[in-house]
C-alpha cells in the first residue's frame, strides 16, 4: 500500500516505543522530562483518508515492556467510502503481534462512539479486545485542510484510558491497563461541536 495509489493517505509508526529526556518551556514554566515513554507516527499524502480513529500507548501498568498502536481508517475511492481498514499492533510479553495485513486488518473489529473506541484483532489462537476511553473535555479539536482544500476535525487527547484483554481460545490469560497515559484521536469530516477547536 506504500508503492500504491491507493490509499492516497500512508502512516509510517518507525518508532513504536522509545523513551524522551529533557526540559520543555510553556510560559515561562520548565518541566524536566527523564526517560519518558513517546513515540512517532506520520501521516502523509496527496488527500487525507475520509476518516479515522488512531490510538497508542506504551506506558501499561502491569508490563512496562507492553506497546499498543492501532488505526482504523476509511478512505474515499470515487464516490464510494471503503469498509474500514483496522491495522493493531501489540508488544506484549517479549512478543510483537503485528496484525496488520490487508485481510487481518479488514477482520479487526473497530467501533468508535467519542469519547471511546473498541476494538478486537485476532493472531493465532490469540484475541486482543481493548477499549480506549477520556472524558469528551480532554480532547482539543484541530482542523485539518486537505491540498484540494477539504476540512476535516481532529479531536485529540493524550489523557486517554486503554484496557486491553488478552484471551486464547476464549480464555482470559491476562490484562493491560493504562491510567490517563494513552493517545487517542478521532478525524472525522464533519465537527464534533462538543470539542472546542484550538488549532
Known amino acids: 500500500m506504500y508503492r500504491g495509489a491507493l490509499p492516497r493517505t500512508k502512516v509510517l509508526s518507525p518508532h513504536f516505543d522509545t523513551r524522551i529526556s529533557g526540559r520543555i518551556e ?3 514554566r520548565t518541566y524536566e522530562c527523564q526517560n519518558e515513554p513517546g ?3 506520520h501521516l502523509w499524502g496527496t488527500k487525507h483518508a ?3 480513529t488512531w490510538g497508542h500507548c506504551n506506558a501499561f501498568a502491569e508490563d512496562p515492556e507492553a506497546v499498543f498502536e492501532g488505526i482504523s481508517g476509511r478512505v474515499r475511492i470515487g464516490p ?3 469498509p474500514a481498514v483496522n491495522p493493531i499492533f501489540i508488544k506484549w510479553k517479549g512478543m510483537d503481534y503485528a496484525m496488520n495485513g490487508f485481510l487481518r486488518s479488514i477482520r479487526n473489529e473497530s467501533r468508535t462512539e467519542l469519547p471511546r ?3 478486537n484483532a485476532r493472531s493465532g489462537d490469540l484475541t486482543f479486545s481493548g477499549e480506549m476511553s477520556a472524558r469528551t473535555e480532554d480532547f482539543i479539536g484541530v482542523e485539518y485542510t486537505d491540498p484540494d482544500g477539504e476540512k ?3 479531536n485529540n487527547t493524550k ?3 486503554l484496557i486491553i484483554t ?3 481460545n476464549g480464555k482470559k490469560l491476562d490484562t493491560l491497563t493504562s491510567n490517563r497515559a494513552a493517545a487517542f484521536e478521532k478525524v472525522a469530516r464533519s465537527k464534533d461541536n462538543r470539542i472546542p477547536i484550538r488549532i
Open 26 to 28: 510553556v510560559n515561562g
Open 39 to 41: 513515540q512517532q507516527t
Open 50 to 52: 475520509e476518516m479515522w
Open 80 to 82: 464510494w467510502v471503503s
Open 117 to 119: 473506541w473498541s476494538f
Open 152 to 154: 476535516l476535525w481532529c
Open 159 to 161: 489523557v486517554a484510558n
Open 166 to 168: 488478552i484471551y486464547k
